[in-house]
């Protein structure tokens, strides 16, 4: 185990730095029990039943929105403006790279190295194929037609096995190449089942639930737009 996992991606801490963590909670912990009797109310019942009542329904609308949307904020290595490639390197005092399970594999063999080089791609994901919400794959089928008549090179890609490949696309009413990847990786990549990602040279410039299929405007992408977003691949390597 590398790291508690208690913040996520958000906030990494080693289990030195967690074991450290425990010990000044529980510290702070012993001491509010025996002061118990000391700690007064600043406000009211009242104004302390509106405060929770309002924090109760700003945290239901928080999910309620990621749920049917995407994060607020992206921890994650595949954040808009983050380059896959450069994710796929080994950071400076770690093991593996932050990206090191992703691909486009199809018969012809993993498709990615081959895309990341492309102008324009977009890659709509599906982490769980069965549970996927199927009423997605009209929408998803009218963007990603609009993406091929834009000169974009489009990937269905799931978790499927590679023998239902040929059949599936047909069933569903998607006549696009489908490749599949790991479920994990592409629930990692992005929080929709299904998801759309759009990549630029290798740098991820959009992320959508399926959702928001309809506010994707495909000939507005310029990847100079995103080039300061990339903060996430000036580590040292």
């Known amino acids: 185990v590398t790291d508690c996992g208690c ?24 001491i509010m029990i025996f002061g118990l009797r000391y700690i007064k109310p600043l406000f009211s019942n009242k104004f302390a039943s509106l405060t929770t ?28 403006g983050n ?3 450069n994710g796929m390197k080994v950071i400076k005092g770690e093991d593996i790279p932050p990206i090191h ?27 769980s194929f069965k549970k996927a919400e199927k009423e997605a794959f009209p929408k998803i089928a009218e963007v990603a037609k609009k993406a091929e008549e834009k000169g974009y090179e ?4 799931t978790d499927i ?7 599936t696309p047909k069933e569903l009413g998607l006549p696009f190449k489908f490749a599949s990847c790991d ?27 399926w959702k928001d299929a309809d506010k994707i405007e495909l000939q507005n992408y310029n990847r100079k737009e995103y080039v300061f977003l990339n903060w996430k ?3 040292e390597l």
């Not at 992703?102 to 709509?124: C, I, N, S, W, Y």
């Not at 096995?161 to 059949?167: L, R």
């Open 83 to 85: 380059s896959i490639e």
């Open 101 to 127: 399970d992703f691909m486009v594999e199809t018969a012809d063999g993993d498709q990615l190295p081959r895309l990341l080089k492309k102008d324009k791609v977009m890659l709509v994901m599906m982490y």
């Open 53 to 80: 009542f309002l924090s109760v329904g700003f945290s239901v609308a928080i999910i309620f929105y990621v749920l049917n949307h995407l994060p607020l904020i992206d921890f994650r290595p595949y954040a808009v």
């Open 7 to 30: 913040f996520g991606d958000a906030l990494k801490l080693t289990t030195g730095e967690t074991f450290y963590k425990n010990v000044v909670f529980i510290g702070l912990i012993i």
């Open 183 to 209: 479920g994990t990786a592409l629930k990692t990549a992005i929080r929709a089942n299904p998801g759309i990602m759009i990549i630029e040279k290798g740098v991820i410039t959009g992320k959508w639930n």
């Open 233 to 235: 691949d000036k580590r």
């Open 154 to 157: 489009v990937y269905i890609l």
């Open 161 to 167: 096995p590679e023998e239902y490949m040929e059949k």
